[in-house]
């Protein structure tokens, strides 16, 4: 029973401690809700509707894209069941004060205010404020306030997804790497230099319509291309010339990162813009789900079966279980090794492709910290550092944990230096469980 314990926290440890940190997130943030999406506008203006059929309205809401968004819902639902809106205001209260005024002053009657619940207090919206016949039956609507979680509001979890996925798809390479029993510290760099190298690439190429797209998925396979050359040189300089792993990743890693600042000095500020239709590669939509989650789905699932289902995938274990042996059993290192780094690298380009998309520039600054993030993120799924035990599957579970992690702390409103501390201690604890589940601890 005991054994069986053991097996099962094994496997699903890291699935349980993500599940109980959600739950620890939602009941630390449950707080009042302002509503202000579609759903709600559509029900709040259906019931003015009910109420005051055929009726005059004002609707206001404060100067943000979320209640920019509610007040249009609500206008449109109210216009379709018959109503007259005399304005829309987001803004300021002078303004929203100024909408009425000017009702007031073209003699049309004020019947009802639909506010968001953030203004419905305001004291401009009050009908004694302006001693008008036309306002002296003036009400005001808002939604219901209800409490729910701010963590698992679909806003913020749909941040989370989106942040997750580059740590995510860059984390499928370095498990590789660790698997194998290396490392690669130039994750980071390699973003940088990417981000910058797909800039400098989609201006000299330039174009207009079809031209400028077929220009934009060139320049982005030549720089993932460009980046995968520098796994070759790692797995390389590790195979032929036993250059320890770790030596080799931090030198690419200082190399790169200045390359990348030359590389931005032909921009403006370190920066070089990127046209805005390549923002689409990382912000754009399907089916309601942002493009690089899905991307990092579909890469999962590809990793899933190189891993468990083909020759490579046995190959890469039994290197990092016993190298020796896997060179007497007549695998071939050198390969299985070279591959590992080269998808760890290209992965990293695409990981600084997807962040330049998404900020529409290419910036030397681009992957910052992520080489700690991503193999917090491998570590932390359990793949051990001994190499030759991990599963890619945990990786993504790992890369939710840090991700999850963060968020919390950002909704905590702590400082980026207490998240680094906290970031510390959840590594420190991964790699203390790995060796503590695998009996290596000295007793003395």
């Known amino acids: 029973m005991g054994n069986r314990l053991r097996s099962l926290f094994s496997e699903y440890g890291m699935l349980g401690v993500l599940l109980l940190l959600c739950l620890v997130c939602s009941v630390a943030t449950i707080s009042k809700q302002q509503p202000t999406d579609g759903w709600t506008a559509d029900r709040l203006a259906a019931k003015v509707a009910t109420e005051y059929p055929g009726g005059s309205a004002v609707i206001v809401g404060l100067r943000s894209g979320e209640e920019g968004a509610f007040v249009n819902a609500v206008r449109v639902g109210l216009e379709r069941r018959g109503m007259t809106v005399l304005a829309g205001v987001n803004g300021p209260p002078a303004e929203m004060e100024r909408a009425i005024r000017s009702a007031i002053a073209a003699g049309r009657r004020v019947d009802v205010i639909v506010s968001s619940l953030s203004v419905a207090e305001y004291p401009i919206l009050q009908p004694a404020r302006y001693a008008s016949p036309l306002t002296e039956k003036m009400h005001i609507v808002s939604p219901r306030v209800y409490y729910w979680p701010t963590f698992l509001l679909t806003s913020n979890l749909m941040n989370i997804v989106q942040q997750v996925s580059v740590i995510a798809i860059i984390a499928i390479g370095m498990t590789m790497v660790i698997i194998s029993g290396g490392i690669d510290l130039s994750v980071g760099s390699v973003m940088a230099l990417a981000s910058v190298t797909v ?10 319509g ?62 070089i813009s990127i046209p ?32 468990t289902r083909t020759v490579y995938g046995r190959h890469l274990y039994s290197l990092g279980g016993n190298a020796k042996a896997a060179f007497l059993s007549g695998i071939r290192v050198a390969r299985v090794t070279t591959v590992a780094y080269v ?7 695409l990981g600084g492709i997807i962040l330049s998309s998404i900020f529409s520039a ?41 991700a999850v992690t963060g968020n919390a702390m950002n909704l905590a409103r702590l400082n980026s230096h207490v998240q680094m501390v906290v970031l510390g201690g959840v590594i420190l604890a991964a790699v203390l469980i790995d060796r503590l589940k695998r009996g290596k601890v000295s007793r003395s």
């Open 362 to 402: 290419g910036d030397p600054l681009t992957g910052a910290q992520y080489e700690l993030m991503v193999i917090s993120a491998v570590v932390v799924g359990g793949t051990s550092l001994s190499g030759g035990e991990g599963k890619i599957v945990n990786t993504l579970v790992g890369s939710l944990v840090i």
């Open 210 to 271: 079809w031209t400028l797209t077929a220009n934009m998925w060139l320049a982005s396979l030549l720089t993932v291309a460009l980046c995968g050359l520098s796994g070759l040189f790692t797995g390389t300089m590790v195979t032929r010339f036993q250059v320890p792993p770790f030596i080799v990743t931090l030198a690419l890693m200082m190399s790169f990162g200045g390359l990348a600042f030359l590389i931005g000095e032909t921009g403006q500020g370190n920066k």
């Open 199 to 208: 800039a400098w690439l989609i201006l000299k190429l330039g174009g207009s």
């Open 276 to 307: 805005a239709e390549f923002m689409a590669f990382g912000r754009g939509k399907l089916l309601g789900m942002p493009l690089s989650v899905l991307l990092m789905l579909f890469l999962y699932a590809l990793a899933h079966l190189i891993l």
């Open 343 to 349: 998808a760890c690298s290209a992965l990293a380009g």
